[in-house]
């Protein structure tokens, strides 16, 4: 496996994993909610608001996420001429804009799925729209979106990666250039154990928050 | 007799379909009014417009001496928001597939509405709830969720949710045609039991022999119009239209 300082690799490796995970959760922090936005503006009965949405989630959902990162990270200086963006953050932007459509999509694939008769039901009851939503809408949805969120988290944690693209030195990032340094394969493995791990506990929650609401139909 | 609805004259079409016309009839308290007719007759549709599911084209609506809707020879004009809410906390509804929260224990299914619409307490919306699944024979089932009954229970289920708003009126869209035969006994008893109680209620329904029994007064709507009303024994016993006739001939054979 080539001449390989562990020691040397693991702290760079490690640092690059927190880099990794920063930008997992900040983008689910901005695309979580964003998304749910999103949907209720594809769902808008107003042409003025649904179309614009569909706009946005056709480009999002439509390009590569990899385009999207050198879009948002070049973008403002060839466009606005305005220079000093961090990389990082613009990192976050691209990735928070991709995963808030995907979201969006999921979110009203789970709103259109729940029968039109618990919402006429809860209607008749006397229950405002809100309650409506709060209370006999978004549980139902909750439910129904986990395993296509649990896929899109996996998705997410891979798609990291990707972030080296505008040299945010994540967890891929610190392997191949370790791997080029050392002409070993090592960093890489490392890497997807890494990967690996992170991935099982995002599929341990899940499967956790799925039998957590196993008990109705 | 106080009259708790009033339909006068209403009109509804859906694109070019006109799917109601020229409805009226009236609920006086305590009165029960069972309305039957063939499949795409109209008998959801306007129910439907009576729950503000939806608007009507012409006509007026009035429940307990409020106008939900009236007419004033060019448009209809539809009371405000806050009258509209109330005036539909007054009116129940039971639908065919019972539309259960299925997320909720049938406990909650019922005392959730009593808490978040009416304000009332845990304590007050448990022992109405408790008290109302007790004379529903249901009383056992208070911790289950919806998908551990049967289809019958549901639906009773489904009338104990709409009676813990203790509505003026209850509505019934086919509370039964959902449900295998031998479950629509244990529904129809309990709406026997309403009926024993004095609860104002319009029932629509495919059980022929059930209205007869249980109804003061029956409608017989074919074509989106009323073809004939009046009592049990008039409809059913020596009908006055050829429609009615037919209609009730194709039942009886059944
Ligand atoms: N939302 C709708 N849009 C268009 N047509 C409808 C709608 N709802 C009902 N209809 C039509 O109105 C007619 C009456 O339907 P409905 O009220 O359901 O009859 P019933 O309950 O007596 O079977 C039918 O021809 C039906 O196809
Ligand atoms: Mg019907």
Redesign the interface.
Same mark, same amino acid.
Request: no cysteine; proline share 8%.
């Given at each position: 496996m080539g001449n390989i300082n562990l020691q040397e690799l693991m702290p760079a490796m490690l640092s690059g994993t927190v880099t990794s995970l920063n930008i997992f959760f900040l983008t689910l922090l901005i695309s979580l909610p964003l998304g749910l936005l999103i949907a209720a503006g594809r769902m808008s009965r107003l042409k003025i608001i649904r179309y614009p949405v569909q706009v946005y989630l056709l480009i999002m959902r439509g390009t590569p996420l990899m385009l999207q990162l050198f879009f948002f990270y070049f973008g403002p200086y060839y466009i606005l001429g305005i220079s000093g963006t961090s990389r990082f953050t613009m990192a976050i932007v691209a990735f928070g804009l991709n995963y808030t459509a995907y979201f969006a999509e999921i979110y009203r694939g789970g709103m259109e799925g729940i029968?039109l !008769?618990?919402h006429?039901?809860?209607?008749?009851? !006397?229950?405002t729209k809100n309650?409506t939503f709060l209370?006999?809408v978004l549980?139902?949805v909750i439910?129904r979106i986990i395993p296509p969120m649990g896929n899109e988290f996996m998705t997410l944690v891979k798609d990291t990666a990707l972030a080296r693209v505008i040299a945010v030195s994540e967890l891929f990032d610190v392997a191949a250039k370790a791997a080029s340094g050392s002409v070993s394969t090592a960093p890489f493995i490392v890497a997807a154990v890494f990967y690996l791990i992170m991935n099982a506990a995002v599929g341990q929650a899940f499967s956790f928050a799925e039998r957590k609401l196993d008990?109705?139909? | 007799m106080m009259e708790i609805l009033s339909v006068k004259q209403i009109y509804k079409a859906f694109g070019s379909s006109q799917v109601l016309k020229d409805i009226s009839f009236s609920v006086s308290k305590g009165e029960i009014l069972a309305v039957i007719g063939p499949s795409g007759s109209g008998k959801t549709t306007l129910l439907r417009c009576v729950?503000?599911?939806e608007t009507i084209d012409k006509g007026e609506i009035t429940v307990c001496g409020e106008k939900m809707v009236s007419y004033n020879g060019k448009e209809t004009v539809y009371a405000g928001k806050a009258q509209l809410?109330n005036i539909?906390?007054k009116?129940?509804?039971v639908?065919q597939?019972f539309?259960?929260?299925?997320?909720f224990t049938v406990l909650r299914n019922i005392t959730?509405?009593p808490m978040?619409?009416?304000k009332k307490s845990r304590e007050e919306a448990e022992s109405t709830a408790m008290n109302l699944l007790g004379k529903m024979g249901l009383a056992d089932k208070a911790t289950q969720?919806?998908?551990q009954l049967s289809g019958g229970q549901q639906q009773r289920v489904?009338i104990t949710?709409?009676m813990a708003?203790s509505p003026e009126i209850l509505f019934f869209d086919e509370p039964t045609s959902a449900l295998d035969p031998e479950l629509t006994g244990e529904v129809l008893k309990v709406i026997r039991g309403l009926a024993e109680e004095h609860m104002t209620m319009v029932i629509v329904t495919h059980e022929m022999a059930f209205a007869r029994d249980v109804a003061d007064r029956v409608v017989f709507m074919d074509g989106g119009v009323i073809v004939e009303e009046g009592t049990p024994e008039q409809v059913f016993g020596s009908p006055r239209e050829e429609r009615t006739r037919q209609f009730l001939l194709r039942y009886s054979q059944q």
């Open positions: 029968p !008769g618990q006429e039901a809860a209607a008749a009851l !006397g229950f309650q209370k006999i549980p139902q439910k008990y109705y139909r | 729950n503000q599911f809410r539909r906390l009116i129940g509804l639908f597939n539309n259960l929260f299925p997320h959730e509405a978040a619409v009416l969720y919806p998908y489904s949710r709409a708003l």
